[in-house]
């Protein structure tokens, strides 16, 4: 080549080999510094990944509970009203035998009886002893009251005419005066059915007698 006939190109020459030279310098400066490794290690640092978690709303309140009604009041009873009071003029009795009923526990009081003996033959003997009556023994019980003439508030009298056995057993009852309710009445028959007498006495003999008995119904 000939550099004679081009001054400037061993000039351009240099500058060139000067810039490749001095890239080698920093090349060689930077691996003895550590400043590629340093290069290296930012690149290579890991990337940390953070997951950030789903914010969900909050839960939404409880329905309120409706408020239970309040418990109802018992009705009060209505007051007490005593029954009226009903007073019954006792009617005047006159001549009565026999007990008087009312709604207190029986007692062991029995009616008077009047025993009317059974006409008896003449004696044709002298006259003997005296006529007796019969009487009343002490299992006689007083008529009970019936349940619907209590109710009823049902009172009266009644006469039975008694047929009395030479035994002293009730023979027949036959009423001779009603008290007006069949209740009443048919109680009295039944309860002096069930009597038993002392018989009547004739010279001596048990006979059969009539007695007639009044029983007075009245509630006190």
């Not at 299992?139 to 349940?147: D, F, V």
Request: net charge neutral; hydrophobic share 35%.
């Amino acid at each position: 080549m000939d550099f004679a006939m081009n001054p400037e190109r061993p000039t351009r020459k240099l500058v060139g080999f000067s810039v490749v030279l001095l890239m080698h310098i920093v090349v060689v400066y930077a691996l003895v510094t550590g400043l590629a490794r340093k290069v290296v290690e930012v690149i290579q640092e890991p990337v940390i990944t953070t997951i950030i978690p789903e914010i969900k709303p909050p839960p939404p309140p409880p329905p309120e509970k409706p408020a239970s009604p309040p418990p109802k009041s018992a009705a009060p009873p209505p007051p007490y009203v005593p029954p009226p009071e009903v007073k019954v003029q006792p009617q005047p009795q006159e001549n009565v035998i026999a007990a008087v009923t009312n709604v207190k526990p029986p007692t062991n009081e029995l009616p008077t009886s009047v025993a009317q003996p059974a006409p008896a033959a003449v004696p044709q003997a002298p006259a003997g002893p005296a006529h007796t009556s019969a009487r009343v023994t002490g299992n006689c019980e007083k008529p009970e009251y019936p349940r619907t003439s209590l109710r009823n508030e049902e009172q009266g009298t009644v006469n039975v005419k008694l047929i009395i056995g030479a035994d002293g057993s009730v023979v027949d009852a036959t009423i001779e005066k009603s008290s007006g309710f069949k209740e009443l009445d048919r109680a009295t028959l039944k309860a002096w059915s069930l009597c038993h007498f002392t018989p009547a006495m004739a010279d001596g003999q048990p006979v059969q007698s009539a007695t007639r008995m009044e029983y007075v119904w009245k509630m006190e």
